[in-house]
């Protein structure tokens, strides 16, 4: 009759001690990567408390404050009051909301016009592409600097007039005419800023399965059917996503003001809200009234971003 042989103690014993070591190499390897990630995490979280968090904190504890000859007493609501009994606080708001709805129709829609277009095309897409997004790597004062002395100038010399001229059409005198200040200013914005928005545009565009557009066709949808019931539906959160970041960034505009108008513009045609929180704070040294016009932006943007999400939320 056969007998089982069993495994000595010994044999088990050093099987034992090379899986804990193992055990333990895997918990010293998984620890160190934690202590990784943590440690890049502190890193972000330092630098956005003390380039972001920490400035918002200080400028709203300086709306309340106002200081004078280095001496720094509590004023409640003073600055805030101040700041809106200004005439000039209404004329920037009126501004900022003009920019920001010309942005909306012009410097929102166009990206997705263009991307579609992008899109369908059949040949030489990089090119056209590198071409769209050329002057996002431009310097944004260089670019202004272009259109306000290239583009802008209000005699015939200026590329715009020339067109216009060539046309048989009245030239304008551009960012010098209070009613095509801001006008120009979003044309400008729009062609600096464009082309990321298409590329996010082309990301999305790409991703729509192209059995959607097949059924479609079939069905004897055109092309602005199958752009109406199948673009649009399939990329409405990037859209969505899109308008609100183009809002919270066309209220912010400064740029554009100061270099192509060079500040408030005629009969203040370009004074931004941004733009007024910079002269309050440099060229009134009035700090504390700019900080409270800083609030002030923030508590609207803010209130606006949360109605936005919640909206878009019950929607999908």
Request: net charge positive.
């Amino acid at each position: 009759m056969a007998t089982m042989t069993s495994v000595p103690e010994t044999s088990r014993k050093p099987l034992s001690g090379a899986y804990g070591k193992a055990t333990r190499t895997r918990r010293g390897r998984k620890m160190r990567d934690n202590l990784t990630g943590y440690a890049f995490l502190i890193g972000a979280i330092f630098c956005f408390a003390l380039f972001s968090w920490f400035p918002m904190i200080r400028g709203i504890v300086m709306s309340f404050q106002h200081t004078k000859r280095g001496v720094t007493s509590w004023v409640g609501f003073d600055n805030y009051v101040r700041i809106v009994q200004d005439p000039s606080f209404w004329t920037a708001w009126k501004n900022t909301a003009y920019f920001t709805v010309l942005a909306l129709v012009f410097g929102y829609v166009l990206p997705f016009v263009v991307a579609i277009l992008l899109n369908e095309l059949r040949h030489a897409k990089g090119y056209l592409r590198i071409l769209v997004y050329l002057p996002v790597i431009l310097p944004p004062a260089s670019a202004l600097f272009l259109f306000k002395y290239y583009a802008y100038d209000p005699s015939d010399a200026g590329l715009f007039n020339a067109i216009l001229k060539f046309l048989h059409l009245p030239t304008s005198e551009w960012m010098q005419s209070p009613g095509m200040t801001m006008p120009a200013m979003v044309l400008a914005s729009t062609w600096m800023n464009m082309g990321s928005a298409v590329l996010v545009y082309l990301a999305a565009l790409q991703n729509i399965p192209g059995e959607l557009y097949e059924a479609a066709e079939l069905d004897g949808a055109g092309l602005l059917r199958r752009i109406w019931n199948v673009t649009i539906p399939q990329t409405r959160l990037i859209l969505a996503l899109l308008a609100m970041l183009q809002i919270v960034a066309t209220m912010q505009v400064f740029i554009e003001p100061l270099i192509l108008a060079n500040g408030a513009g005629t009969q203040d045609s370009a004074t931004t809200v941004a733009y007024l929180i910079y002269q309050h704070g440099f060229f009134q040294n009035d700090l504390n009234g700019a900080a409270a016009l800083g609030v002030i932006m923030l508590l609207v943007l803010a209130a606006f971003s949360a109605v936005y999400v919640r909206l878009t939320t019950k929607q999908d």
